[in-house]
């Protein structure tokens, strides 16, 4: 697992005026035949725990939100983002935390998510 945050990421200025922001830049070392978007709006205090057995999952944090990752909680400003690895158990079940809204992109186009 890791974590990419907003406030640490590169930015540069485009000569049109719009500011870029590179969130994720990572090497997997894998290709990969597929990939899935999931725009999800979680209910508040709950994520269901579960892992992916061999998908690299990334998840974005529009508004800000919490994970719990492995048994270690994570709190994220808006835009930053997690890298999960296979295996990585995820999730959140606790006090409410509000709506959390998140983009899963999943790398791959194969269901392989085991409920923990």
């Known amino acids: ?14 000569s049109d005026g719009r500011q870029v922001h590179i969130l994720l830049k990572e090497k ?17 205090g ?14 974005v944090f529009p508004t800000g939100g919490c994970l719990e990752v492995n048994n270690k ?10 890298l999960l690895e296979p295996g990585d158990v995820h999730g959140y ?3 409410s935390i509000g709506q959390t809204i998140h983009f ?6 194969k269901k392989d998510r085991k409920n923990i």
Do not use: Q
């Open 28 to 44: 997997l070392g894998k290709s990969y035949d597929g990939i899935t978007l999931f725009f999800s709006k979680g209910p508040d």
């Open 104 to 109: 899963a992109i999943l790398l791959t186009d």
């Open 73 to 82: 909680k994570y709190d994220f400003n808006e835009w930053d983002c997690v």
């Open 93 to 95: 079940d606790g006090e």
């Open 1 to 14: 697992m890791k974590i990419f945050s907003l406030n640490d990421s590169e930015r540069y200025d485009r």
């Open 46 to 59: 709950h994520l269901s725990k579960h892992c992916h057995s061999n998908t690299d999952e990334i998840i």
